[in-house]
C-alpha cells in the first residue's frame, strides 16, 4: 500500500491559479497510475485527470481541459496538478489516487490508496 499525503489547497480568486503536490510514501510510484479526483460539496466525488506510471500519457475530464495540468516527477516520488483559470466551480476537496492498472481509468473504483484531502475554494 502507498501513502499519499495532498497539499497546496487553499482559497483563491476566480481566474487565479494553484498548485496542487501530492507525496507518497511507503512504495515507489514508478508503477502506479495516478489521478486526481474531486469532491464538490453535497456531490460525489469525480474524475479530474490521470496519468501514466511513464507520465508519457494524460488524461483529463472535460470541465478542466485546457485548464489543468496533471504531471509526476517518479524520482520525487510527487504527483502535481496546476490549476489555471480556476472557476467557483472548481471548488471542492481535490484527492490524490494510485492504482497499479494497465489505462488511465476514471474509475474510482479502481483507486486503492487515497490521500486525505486538500481543500480547494474558489471565490467569485
Known amino acids: 500500500q502507498v501513502q499519499l499525503v495532498e497539499s497546496g489547497g487553499g482559497l483563491v480568486q476566480a481566474g487565479g491559479s494553484l498548485r496542487l503536490s501530492c507525496a507518497a510514501s511507503?512504495?515507489?510510484?514508478?508503477?502506479?497510475?495516478m489521478a486526481w479526483f474531486r469532491q464538490p460539496p453535497g456531490k460525489e466525488r469525480e474524475f479530474v485527470s490521470a496519468?501514466?506510471?511513464?507520465?508519457?500519457?494524460?488524461r483529463d475530464a472535460d470541465s478542466v481541459k485546457g485548464r489543468f495540468t496533471i504531471s509526476r516527477d517518479n524520482a520525487k516520488n510527487t504527483v502535481y496538478l496546476q490549476m489555471n483559470s480556476l472557476k467557483p466551480e472548481d471548488t471542492a476537496v481535490y484527492y490524490c489516487?494510485?492504482?497499479?492498472?494497465?489505462?488511465?481509468?476514471?474509475?474510482?473504483?479502481?483507486?486503492?490508496?487515497w490521500g486525505q484531502g486538500t481543500q480547494v475554494t474558489v471565490s467569485s
Open positions: 489516487a494510485a492504482a497499479r492498472i494497465d489505462s488511465l481509468s476514471d474509475y474510482v473504483g479502481n483507486f486503492g490508496s
Open positions: 511507503g512504495r515507489t510510484l514508478s508503477r502506479y497510475v
Open positions: 496519468i501514466s506510471w511513464s507520465a508519457g500519457n494524460t
